[in-house]
C-alpha cells in the first residue's frame, strides 16, 4: 500500500522546517509537519530571535551614554518593556506567519497538532487523524531542564522570559552557560540588579579560558554580581519577593529566579521506546552520521538528538538528511570547526580549539592582543577587546579563533571561513588590515604570546 507522505517531520523548529521545505520543493516529496505549538520553534518563538532583540534593546543605556560622552544632549529616559514585549511579540507573529507561508508554498502540509509514532511508519496525531509515512523525522528539539531543587517552581526559565508582566528590580541566574550569561547581560542593561550564581569555577565553560575571563571582567564591571562555586539549595516565597538560599547557607532575596540549568531532548510521549529507538544518557535520540536511528525509517535531526546544539547546525542537519533521502545528494552534516557566539555584553565569538586544548595537545603558539576599542574609549571606557589564534607550531595552521568585543559574533562568522578552510597563520598575515578597525588585530600580530611546546 503506498504512504500517505514520503516524509512526515515532527517538529516545526530550524531542523524540521529545513528539512520539510528541501524535501518538498527540490527533492519533489510529499512532506506532511506537524507543530504542537507555534511554528519556528525554539529559535524564532523563544530563543534566538526574541533574545538577540532584547539584547539589543539591552544595549541602548550604554550607548546613550557614549552618545552623550561624543557630545550629544541625549537623555535616555525610562525603558517602555510592555511596548517593547508587544513589539517583539508583534515580529515573532510575522516570522511564524512567514515560516508557514514557506512551507506552504514549498507545498508541505502543516498539521497544528501533537504528534507520535504508532509504528514505523505511521504517525497518530492528537487530532485523532493518523498518518503513513516511508520517511518519520523526529525534529522536536529541546527544553528547558530545571534540576530538582525546594521551591523550583517559584523559578522561571527562559521559555518565560520574553513574556514577562514587569521587569524585575533584583533577578538571581542560576547557571554558566550561553542563556544564564546572556540573560544576565540583558537585565543588568535594563536595569535590573543581577546575581548569576554558578556551580563550576568559571562561567561558560568549554571556552578559551582567556576569552571566558575577558567577557567575566566585562560583565563585572557593568555591575553583575558573579558567584562561582556556589549553588542554589532552596528556594522560598518571602513578603518582598524569592529569598534564595545557597549551599552555604546564604540568602539573597530577588524579585525574579532564572534557572538556566541545560535544555534536555524533548522524547517525551513521541513512543519511540517501544519502537526500538536508541538513547543516550540526557534522552537524546541517538543516530549515525546520517542522522539515521536505530529504525531505518526513523530520523532525528537537531537538539533532540544533542550534537551540536545549534539552530544553523540544525539546519544543515535538516537540509543534509532531505539531500540524501530525496534529492540523489547523499550528504553527511559537517560538525567540524562550527564558529559559535555568546551574546554577552561583551560579545565571545569563537571558532576552533581552545588554548587549553592547544596545550593538551601541544606544539602550538597563541597570538593574543587585548586593547581598548577606539569608539568607546573615546567615550571614556575601560572595555577592552580580546583577539586571538591558536596556531599549529608546525604546519602554521590556525586552529582556532576567540574574539571578546562588540560585534564579535559578525567578526567570528568572517574568520571562520578562512579557519574553515585551513588557512595559515601566514594567510592571515598576508591579508592587508583594514584601518581602523578592531579586527584588523587579527592580522597584525607578529610576535607569539606564549607557546606551548609539543609533548
Ligand atoms: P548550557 O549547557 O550552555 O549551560 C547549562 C549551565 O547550567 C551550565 O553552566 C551547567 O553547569 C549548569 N547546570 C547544569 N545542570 C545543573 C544543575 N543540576 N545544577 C546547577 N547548574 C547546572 O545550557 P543553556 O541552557 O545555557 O543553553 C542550552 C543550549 O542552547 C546550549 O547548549 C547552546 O548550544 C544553545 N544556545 C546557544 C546560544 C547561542 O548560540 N548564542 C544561546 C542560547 C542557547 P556546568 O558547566 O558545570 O555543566
Redesign the pocket.
Known sequence: MPFDYDLFVIGGGSGGVRAARIAAAEGGARVGLAEESRMGGTCVIR??VP?KLMVNASAYPKALQDAAAYGWDVQAGAFDWPKFRGLLGAELTRLETAYRGTLRNAGVVVHDARASLADAHTVRLSTGQTFTAKHILIATGGW??V?DVPGADLAVT?NEMFDLDTLPQRALI???????S?FACILNGFGTKVTQI???PQ?L?GFDEEARGHVVTGMQAAGIEIRCNA?VARLDRSSGGIVATDLSGAQIEVDLVLY????RPNVQGLGLEQLGVAFGQFGEVIVDEWSQTAVPSIYAVGDVTNRV??TPVAIREGHALADTLFRAKPTKADHAMVA????TQPELGAVGMTEEQAKARGGAEVYAATFRPMKTLFAGRQDRVLMKLIVDAQTRVVLGCHIVGPEAGEMIQLAAIAVKMGATKEDFDRTVAVHPTMAEELVTMRKPTRTHPAI
Open positions: 530563543g534566538c533574545k528547558p531542564f534540576p527562559s542560576v547557571g554558566g552557560g550561553y542563556i544564564a546572556e554558578y556551580r563550576g562561567i565553560r549553588d538556566a540549568t541545560g535544555r546544539n545549534l559559535s557566539a555568546v551574546f
